[in-house]
Structures are given as C-alpha cells and as structure tokens.
C-alpha cells in the first residue's frame, strides 16, 4: 500500500482507533470485574461484623460468608417471604444485590416492594439479620443490624457511612458506639419501639435507647431515623418468625 496516500491514512488512523477502543473496553471491564468483587467481599465482611463473625484475611471471606449465612430472603411487607435463596444461590441473587438505599425509598410508597434479610447461624443459633439505609450529616449512611432468633433483641450491628467528619459523625463505624446495642430490644410490650439514639446522660422513656456521638448530633440523630425507617418494613415478618 502506498503510504503517502490519503486512504493510508485514513485506514491506519481507523485501526488505530479500534485497537485502542478494545483495549480500553478491556481494561474497563476487568477493573469493573474486580470493583465489583470487592464491593461483594465488602458487604459480605459488614454483613459478617454484625454477628460478630468477620474474618481479617480477605481470601476466607467468601468461604466463611457462605458458611455463617445459611438463607438469603426478600421479605413481602406484610410478612411474608416473597422468595428464598441458599447454598449455590448465595451472594448471586437479588437479595444480596439489591441497591437497598434506593428499595428503602422506593418501599415508604409501594407496599409491594420486598426487601432483603439474611439468615445466619452462630453457635448453633439462628440470627435474622436486616439491611439499613439512611441520611447523616453529610451524606449516605447505612449498616445491618443482626438479631436473635427471638426476632427483639440486638445480637450486634454494623455501620458505615460515605462522608461524616472523622472524629465526629464517623465514630458510628467505632465497636465503642455499635456495641452499645448489644442486648437492646426493638419491640416493648409486643409493639414496635425500634432504638432510639440519644445525646449522652439523655434517656428515651419507652424504648431502649443507647448513647449518641458527642459532637455528631446530626448524624447521631440520622442513625435515630434509620433505624427506626429500616426495621419497620419488617416488623410483620419478624412478629411471625419470633421464636416463643
């Protein structure tokens, strides 16, 4: 081919093009592969902490969440179990996957929306383990909080955030504020209290309620909301599978 014509150009520039175009396909999809891993080995290890089962070494993460998880769930609102994923089928199914922070948007309006709940297994007993989504002082805030099989007492729980001032609102990440939960009861006298989040030397008189963040009335107060938004869709599910 002679190269000093247009069509040379024109062909070479054209090749070049595509090769470059694959080549970044490529590097997109393999590092969207692995944001993607880490993002499941992430929520694996959250969903772990709240039953105080997470491991440090990242490579017995997915071997001890397939372990300690037995049932993945989406729960109907009204109580019922719109379906049921184990064994192959976890961390591969729409309970595991759901975007939870928009589904708890969406399920304040649609009652028909159901929602995701896991079931592990610690010691021999069956802890029920709900998703949270919510607002802090600066932007999203989430966690799980897992119960025992009597579907009211906090067995532990789990909280993340995106952007709280560290020293501050990011302390709901510590195990000195989330552990402050362990023992609480969300129901009191068959009705539903949830847990209440209170400034410090404060009390809630008819729920329980633990310490908030000195300094983080804000998002102290944003934890105060989701847990409440959070575990009330599930409210129905959770009075049926009591264990008496």
């Known amino acids: 081919m002679n190269r000093d014509k247009n069509s040379y150009t024109v062909i070479y520039a054209s090749v070049m093009v595509i090769l470059v175009a694959v080549l970044l396909a490529f590097v997109s999809q393999t590092l969207s592969d692995k944001q993607n891993d880490n993002e499941k080995i992430d929520k694996m290890q959250q969903i772990l902490r709240s039953v105080n089962m997470a491991t440090e070494d990242k490579g017995k993460v997915i071997s001890t969440y397939m372990s300690v998880i037995k049932q993945e769930l989406l729960i109907n609102q009204d109580g019922t179990v719109a379906q049921t994923f184990e064994g192959d089928q976890l961390a591969q199914n729409e309970a595991f996957k759901m975007n939870t922070r928009n589904a708890f948007k969406l399920a304040a309006d649609d009652k028909s929306i159901a929602l995701p709940l896991y079931v592990a297994e610690v010691d021999g007993q069956t802890k029920y383990i709900v998703p949270?989504?919510?607002?802090?002082?600066?932007?999203?805030?989430?966690?799980?909080?897992?119960?025992?099989?009597?579907?009211?007492?906090?067995?532990?729980?789990?909280?993340?955030?995106?952007?709280?001032?560290?020293?501050?609102?990011?302390?709901?990440?510590?195990?000195?504020?989330?552990?402050?939960?362990?023992?609480?009861?969300?129901?009191?006298?068959?009705?539903?209290?949830?847990?209440?989040?209170?400034?410090?030397?404060?009390?809630?008189?008819?729920?329980?309620?633990?310490?908030?963040?000195?300094?983080?009335?804000?998002?102290?107060?944003?934890?105060?909301?989701?847990?409440?938004?959070?575990?009330?869709?599930?409210?129905?599910?959770?009075?049926?599978?009591?264990?008496?």
Request: hydrophobic residues 35%.
């Open 132 to 244: 949270m989504n919510g607002a802090g002082l600066w932007g999203p805030i989430w966690g799980f909080v897992a119960l025992n099989d009597d579907c009211n007492t906090i067995f532990g729980t789990d909280f993340g955030h995106q952007g709280e001032t560290p020293g501050l609102g990011a302390e709901i990440t510590t195990s000195k504020f989330s552990g402050q939960f362990h023992g609480k009861e969300i129901f009191k006298g068959g009705e539903f209290k949830s847990i209440a989040v209170v400034k410090a030397g404060q009390k809630a008189e008819d729920k329980d309620y633990v310490d908030g963040i000195s300094g983080g009335t804000l998002t102290s107060d944003g934890v105060n909301n989701m847990l409440d938004a959070s575990l009330r869709p599930y409210v129905l599910y959770l009075t049926n599978n009591a264990k008496k």
